[in-house]
């Protein structure tokens, strides 16, 4: 059977209101809490044809609401993307910035994200704006920058801790995958590699470049039975294996994204995707 699961900040999730969802949906089981005030799921008969509906009034409450699919929930590939979900923000907006051009391309990186513009394309008219950026930047926009996104480590090593494999795919650079794949602890990164020539980048990228059937390929290759996988991301290239993948959500993401996902947290951290999963905070592994 479907499973609705209520995810919010902790400490904000009213037991008042999952009662009233269970009756309105016409739960079929007990409330099961993965987190007092912060986590709960229950079972339903279907998937309640109004569910659309509730989740932006619930969204309104700052609680995020998914109709999960039955069957096996924990998933054994984390494959996630970078900027702007395993970290706050969009490396070549930072790099850009840094080489005065900071405004130009991020509306493009905006409207790339949003679908608007062809992937590859956008992509090498915004690494063409970095041409003769010092490679030295990029440490320094990496150690000033860049943050983190709140949960990601805790989420990559709760799901290693439980047997899965975890995979940071992204359209950004290697210059960056490394890094801060490194740092959360993700077993393999995939990600183009900007091209540098006596000290400086040259505004181009290695080919062939990693767009959105990249990342599809690398989801079928690291798990063939995709069922088995639990994707994330936040723009329109991550869409493919976002569709794709047993468990697919669009995280904090544009708004093409969170249209077409099949599952979506707006309000909350990426612990999230440990509680569409199964797991509860006990399971948790902080860093």
Known sequence: MPVISLIARPGTLDPALVSTLQGAFGATGDAVWLSPDEACEFPVAATPLNVAQVHSEVGAMRVDLNCLPDGDRKKALLI????????????????????????RVSEITARAMNGELDFEAALLERVGLLKGLPVSVIERVIESRITLAPGGETLVRTMKAHGATTALVSGGFTQFTGRIGERLGFDTTRANTLLEQDGKLTGDVARPILGREAKVAALRELSPDTSRAIAVGDGANDLGMIELAGLGVALHAKPVVAASAPQRIDHCD???LLFLQGYSRADFLIS
């Open 80 to 103: 996630a993307d970078m900027d702007s979900t395993m970290i706050g923000q969009e490396c070549i907006d930072e790099l850009a910035d840094e080489a005065g051009v900071g405004v």
């Open 270 to 272: 990426l612990t999230s």
